[in-house]
């Protein structure tokens, strides 16, 4: 990996830049107004300048708190108007995809070489491209040679050329062999408030139509943050991800295009399914989520935190296939068992 002046990984707990994080006062890192970035023009492209790392992190977190890239990409252009992203150049590398004939090698090549500053691993079958940065947010505050000033210091930010690493991101064509943070079949730990994935996973995996693209379906629970003062607290939620490629000459390759999801997942002893639609356009990973209920029961001496086995119907309208797509599968049932001893967990909705 290039180094300019220094490399700086940006986890979504904290950054290392020169010093430690312990040498960085917490307040300076999560607190204070937000101060404008200038813009100013490197070697080969405009690059923001932060005057602190606290700068820098206060932006960070402003993008944070948004929950899509549209509202992001907005964000980011009321502040730094003249300023064009890693992330803006990989939007327009799908837009472009879209309608390149990816089946001739010239033309693919000659896309290649225009984006170059994308990462292609170029692993078996994917000829796709990527973000080379592990933190998305931060994406939009480097420019296209994933580089930001900050104190005075240009900062490249690139910190993946391993597909390994996509793979655990859950961004790549492939899936990882060994998931990292998910429960065992039948039972769970609730060891945290946040858990991107809690019990086993739905994965479709590809189908070819037409013969130039492939699709699949993936589904995940997930539990997010909700603690509130002295209450420990998650909201439950069913994670969707269609995931789309088209048939380039050399593999398959992500782009941009549009799709539709209509859900349904009817559970037992439950008389109102839970249902959801959805409306994406964009990149070739289209992400939703819906709040997705956990049973929460007692006896005299245990909690029972309980996924009850549940049939769900994805009925899916893509783009780039002329038919709707339906998935039907059952999302395993769970169950995660602590004593009352142990303080509960507040999970919402609950059944």
């Known amino acids: 990996m290039k180094q300019i002046f220094m490399i ?3 986890a979504s707990a ?9 040498d960085i006062p917490s307040d300076e890192l999560l607190s204070g107004s937000l101060q404008e970035a200038s813009e100013k023009v490197s070697e080969t492209a405009t690059v923001l300048e932060f005057e602190s790392l606290s700068d820098f992190q206060n932006a960070m977190n402003n993008l944070s708190s948004y929950n899509t890239e549209e509202e992001k990409i907005q964000w980011v252009n009321t502040h730094y108007p003249n300023f064009s992203s890693i992330q803006e150049l990989y939007w327009d590398a799908m837009a472009e995809m879209a309608q390149l004939d990816a089946s001739s090698e010239e033309e693919y090549m000659a896309f290649k070489e225009k984006y170059a500053n994308l990462y292609f691993p170029n692993y078996r079958e994917d000829a796709g491209f990527y973000i080379p940065m592990t933190n998305l947010d931060a994406a939009f505050l480097t420019n296209k040679n994933c580089e930001v000033s900050i104190a005075g210091e240009i900062v490249n930010m690139k910190d993946i050329e391993s ?4 793979m655990d991101l859950g961004r790549a064509y492939y899936a990882s062999i060994l998931p990292t943070t998910r429960a065992t079949m039948g039972s769970f730990n609730l060891n945290s408030t946040a858990m991107n994935s809690v019990g086993p996973e739905y994965d479709s995996d590809w189908t070819v139509y037409d013969g130039d693209r492939k699709c699949k379906l993936k589904a995940r629970r ?3 943050d909700n603690s509130n003062g002295m209450i420990r607290g998650s909201l439950s939620y069913l994670h969707l991800e269609f995931c789309f490629r088209k048939k380039t000459w050399l593999g398959w390759s992500n782009y941009s295009s549009k799709s539709t999801i209509d859900f349904t997942a009817n559970i037992p002893g439950v008389s109102t399914p839970v249902k959801a639609n959805f409306s ?6 289209h ?3 819906l709040l997705y209920p956990i049973a929460i029961t007692q006896d005299s001496n245990n909690w029972y935190y309980t996924f009850v086995e549940t049939p769900c119907v ?3 309208g893509y783009q780039g296939v002329g038919k709707p797509l339906v998935y039907k599968w059952n999302m395993a049932g769970i169950q995660c068992v602590t004593p009352l001893t142990a303080s509960p967990v507040q999970i919402n909705p609950y059944l």
């Open 8 to 10: 700086a990984l940006l």
């Open 14 to 22: 904290g950054m290392w830049y020169g010093c430690s994080e312990a």
């Open 163 to 166: 597909y390994d690493v996509l």
């Open 222 to 224: 997930v539990f997010k």
């Open 280 to 285: 994406n356009s964009g990149t070739s990973s």
């Open 287 to 289: 992400d939703n989520e």
């Open 314 to 316: 994805a009925n899916v």
